[in-house]
């Protein structure tokens, strides 16, 4: 895979799903989900670097670990193991996406140190080898891995690539509480039914190149959840469509809600005046991520 380095500094890109809709259960406890994932520009720094031994983590992150529950030193542990390397790795992560948010921080900080770690020690390891070991440490790691726009079935690791999703303005929110991705599922299992967002048509939607198709489905089972139990994630939602958006969604088992906008201005606009409202704890203006 070419010669080793002595450092290396890599990007972890956050997503959004556009769509996601929960299946049923399987046998060994997960969920079957079937989810349109898009990278969006927020984005991680990883910075690696050889050590005599071991894998030492720094983060400006206070509130994470830096020991082996954090995603980041159980990838570089998997392939340091895989490839019997005999040396250590120094890895600092310097932390922009919001924590526990449903933009899949930790899995993709997992991924870019997957890559990171191999492109170190020039290992001849690529992409079907990261998604393989990527699903050992969570369901959204191969996604994290592949980046861009994608369709995610099974447990999430079953991904087909997607055209780059029509471009535009992304108003990215996260209100200071925090949501339980557990707790989400676990009231989602004890609903009697619910709607099923229209994954299938949201592909054809982006495969078509039109934003108004998108806008139209977007859809999020887990908001029927969390939307009742959290009075902030509708507020904003209604804020933002108040404020010009073309459609707006809670992320993943959230509470982190985006928001699509044509115009630049009305979004930068819309920007402002969140963060005016202290409405959110963390807002970024943002855009959607092709894959690298
Ligand atoms: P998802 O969208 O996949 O549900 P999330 O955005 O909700 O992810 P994360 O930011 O990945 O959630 O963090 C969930 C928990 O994982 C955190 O509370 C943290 O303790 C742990 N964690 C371990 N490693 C990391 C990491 N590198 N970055 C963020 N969180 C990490």
Redesign the pocket.
């Known amino acids: 895979m070419g010669e080793p380095l002595n450092q290396y500094e890599c990007r972890a890109y956050a997503k959004i799903n556009l769509g996601l809709d929960v299946l049923g259960r399987l046998p060994n406890g997960y969920h079957e989900v079937k989810m349109v994932m898009q990278s969006v520009g927020i984005f991680d720094v990883l910075t690696f670097e050889r050590a005599e031994s071991g894998i030492a983590i720094t983060t400006d992150a206070g509130e ?2 830096t020991d082996g ?4 030193y159980r990838a570089a542990k998997l392939l340091l193991d895989r490839y019997s390397i005999e040396e250590g790795v120094r890895i600092h ?1 310097q ?1 922009n ?1 919001p ?9 993709t ?1 997992a991924a870019a140190a997957l890559k990171g770690v191999s492109r170190l020690f020039g290992l001849d390891c690529g992409e079907e080898e990261w998604r393989e070991l990527g699903v050992r440490i ?1 369901a ?1 790691v191969p996604y994290c891995v592949m980046g861009g726009t994608a369709l995610a079935e099974g447990i999430g690791e079953r991904l087909t690539a997607l055209p780059p999703a029509p471009d535009c303005f992304l108003l990215v929110a996260k209100p200071d509480i925090n949501v339980s ?1 557990r707790y989400v599922y676990e009231q989602l299992d004890s609903l009697a039914s619910y709607e099923h967002p229209d994954i299938d048509g949201m592909v054809w939607a982006i495969r078509e190149g039109s934003l108004q198709g998108v806008v139209e489905r977007l859809g999020n089972v887990l908001q029927d959840v969390t939307v009742p139990a959290y009075p902030i994630i509708r507020r904003i939602k209604e804020r933002m469509s108040e404020l010009g958006a073309a459609g707006c969604l809670m992320s ?2 959230g509470p982190t809600v985006f928001g699509i906008f044509t115009e630049e201005s009305r979004a930068h606009d819309a920007f402002l005046q969140i963060e005016r409202e202290a409405l959110a704890k963390q807002v970024f203006l943002t855009r959607f991520q092709e894959r690298i």
Do not use: Q, R
């Open positions: 994470l670990p529950d954090n995603l980041i992560l932390k996406i924590i526990a948010a449903g933009m899949a921080g930790g899995s900080d969570g959204d991705t993943g088992s």
